[in-house]
């Protein structure tokens, strides 16, 4: 019998299995090389292959501030990473749920006990909440070791995926010329690294770039999809068989939980502190599934945005906004940004406003000729107008509408 038609016969007794060896010379070198990989097979980590795939009925449970509440019948939690340690996590498994953990990584928070790690180079304008300032996500250098010890600090306490906030500061008033394309190459670059540890992780809102985000992350967690009529931007997701979970603060339940359920959304509505006091889900079964509620409590105020298209004449335009009743005034800035497929063309216009409580005010913005040297040629554009204000207590506010561009 020659070498090329050899067969070996193998296996226990009673059971015989023939394996073929087309030339022994092949397989002289080969077998190395097949001894080789299979020990990396083995000794590698399973992390290096696998991390938990969210289902796309997903129901959840968000809680960022207060002892947590662990009893809600919800299939995964989202939690505050630094705030919480093992002992809860491992609390959350016992009881059968997954663990999510909420990172930021597009602001800097003083408080956290990382904060001192962060070169002043990198803080830019407050984001509009207290102790918060957005960063420059471009200094990728000085951004990934810090946020890689916190991915770290997830995956050390157990934690089976990453919730990573503001990513989106290339929509907002930064402080940094940061374009959209910067944007997805830290959104990215955040998704790689989480995966590489062996964790989910899920996109947070930033629905303009859901598109091209969607194949690098397992889900998205977005805010106001109904109030601000972005809902269907994530289509990608739900088509990829990938969780849409959505966060209301300012509707009651019957007013976007049809919607979120026919879309296959989870949707539910919460509070802006979300420290457990409200909690509405949409999805059948869940306590307060299909209830009437009025507005939440702890929801505080916003400025309203009149919603219809904007009209361009010499380079400007004008949004219309209310300071509620209530408010001695509202002072803040309004941005227009340039939605989907156009969002290339980043912030359009950004103006300051100060109006009194009970008012409404027409504020006139000056438009970018940089941005629309890019839309020549467009009599119209998705845009998305976003206010962030404070009153006279200092309390802060951001709101945002969908509306049209007519540019000619």
Not at 6 to 26: I, M
Not at 56 to 69: E, I, R
Not at 381 to 391: D, E, G
Request: hydrophobic share 35%; with cysteine.
């Amino acid at each position: 019998m020659s070498p090329i038609d050899e067969w070996r016969t193998t296996g226990s007794v009673g059971t015989v299995r023939k394996v073929r060896f087309r030339n022994r010379a092949v397989h002289t070198a080969v077998a190395p090389i097949l001894i080789a990989t299979a020990i990396l097979l083995l000794t590698a980590p399973p992390s290096a292959f696998a991390w938990w795939k969210p289902p796309q009925q997903l129901s959840w449970y968000w809680q960022l501030s207060g002892t947590v509440n662990n009893s809600q019948p919800a299939a995964a939690y989202d939690i505050d990473g630094f705030d919480n340690d093992r002992p809860e996590v491992s609390t959350l498994h016992a009881a059968g749920k997954r663990v999510i953990c909420y990172i930021d990584v597009g602001t800097w928070e003083n408080w956290r006990p990382d904060a001192s790690k962060f070169p002043s180079s990198v803080l830019g304008n407050n984001n509009g909440w207290p102790g918060e300032r957005w960063l420059d996500i471009r200094q990728l250098s000085v951004l990934e070791p810090i946020m890689t010890t916190r991915f770290q600090m997830c995956k050390q306490k157990g934690f089976d995926a990453v919730e990573p906030d503001n990513i989106d500061g290339w929509e907002n008033s930064t402080g940094f010329p940061i374009s959209a394309q910067d944007q997805l190459t830290y959104d990215e670059w955040v998704a790689q690294e989480v995966h590489s540890l062996g964790l989910a992780v899920l996109q947070k809102n930033d629905p303009e770039q859901a598109t091209e985000l969607q194949s690098h992350f397992d889900g998205v967690l977005d805010e106001q999809c109904n109030e601000y009529s972005e809902c269907s931007s994530f289509k990608p997701y739900l088509s990829a068989g990938k969780p849409v979970l959505n966060a209301e603060y300012n509707l009651s339940t019957s007013q976007f939980c049809a919607a979120d359920n026919r879309a296959g959304i989870m949707g539910a509505l919460y509070n802006l502190n979300l420290d457990g006091t409200v909690y509405q889900p949409c999805w059948s079964g869940s306590p307060g599934f299909g209830a009437p509620a009025g507005r939440p409590r702890g929801v505080g105020w916003s400025v309203q945005i009149a919603a219809r298209p904007l009209g361009v004449a010499h380079g400007t335009t004008t949004v219309r906004l209310t300071c509620p009743r209530g408010q001695s005034y509202c002072d803040g800035t309004v941005e227009i940004v340039a939605s989907a497929p156009y969002q290339r063309a980043g912030v359009l216009g950004r103006q300051h406003f100060h109006i009194s409580g009970n008012r409404s005010a027409a504020v006139k913005l000056v438009l970018s000729s940089a941005a629309l040297a890019k839309l020549r040629g467009r009599s119209s554009i998705p845009v998305s107008v976003r206010v962030a204000a404070r009153n006279r207590a200092g309390k802060h506010s951001n709101s945002r509408r969908a509306t049209t561009l007519r540019i000619r």
